[in-house]
T-cell receptor, first 118, second 112 residues
């Protein structure tokens, strides 16, 4: 079991470009969470997805950010027209079951994708 | 709404000394608490968790934390730290939809 895989590990973009971050959850996990860690800060929740559904996007900025978790393939966090303030580490975590189920409370994190906007 | 406060942003300590990293939480629902550790340029690893039962929980590498409901605290302790414990430590509480609400983190620096 390879764990939660995130790529790219490091991504450099110029202002105005698009950034796409990918997350493959652990095998058998169908619940994905995205977090952002700004420099010198803790992790902030962004969005929670199940296969083909966005369940909670209360932490997503209203503009330029979107996320998806298709039936096949990894979850994608997409940032359009990046700005310097988007520079951060973006972490993905996965869980095998949904909220309220036994064993639901432990998330497994990936190593993160570090976005630098020039 | 759930929230977590980590009272110390940095904790310097000498090797083999004891350490306590403080965490206070606020939650209006059932309380599930976690400590995660982040080594430089790596992701988060679960250190220990409190879901129910005994209020004292332990990790495999000598850390322990005690859930104190009356003081709404979940402080992390280790009686004797090692250089390899140098990392950032995050306290977290479960929010709605099973998402984790993190504190700002405490940077533990162990000096020889």
């Amino acid at each position: 079991n390879a764990g939660v895989m995130q790529n790219p590990r490091h991504l450099v973009r110029r202002r105005g470009q698009e950034a796409r971050l990918r997350c493959s959850p652990m095998k058998g996990h169908s619940h994905v969470y995205w977090y952002r860690q700004l420099p010198e800060e803790g992790l902030k929740f962004m969005v929670y997805l199940q296969k083909e559904n966005i369940i909670d996007e209360s932490g997503m900025p209203k503009e330029r950010f979107s996320a998806e978790f298709p039936k096949e393939g990894p979850s994608i966090l997409r940032i359009q027209q990046v700005v310097r303030g988007d520079s951060a580490a973006y972490f993905c975590a996965s869980s095998p079951v949904g909220p309220g189920a036994a064993g639901a409370n432990v998330l497994t994190f990936g190593a993160g994708s570090r976005l630098t906007v020039l | 709404a759930q929230s977590v406060t980590q009272l110390d942003s940095q904790v310097p300590v000498f090797e083999e000394a004891p350490v306590e990293l403080r965490c206070n939480y606020s939650s209006s629902v059932s309380v599930y608490l976690f400590w995660y550790v982040q080594y430089p340029n790596q992701g988060l690893q679960l250190l220990l968790k409190y879901l129910s039962g005994s209020t004292l929980v332990e990790s495999i590498n000598g850390f322990e934390a005690e859930f104190n409901k009356s003081q709404t605290s979940f402080h992390l302790r280790k009686p004797s730290v090692h250089i390899s414990d140098t990392a950032e430590y995050f306290c977290a509480v479960i929010g709605g939809y099973n998402k984790l609400i993190f504190g700002a983190g405490t940077r533990l620096a162990v000096h020889p």
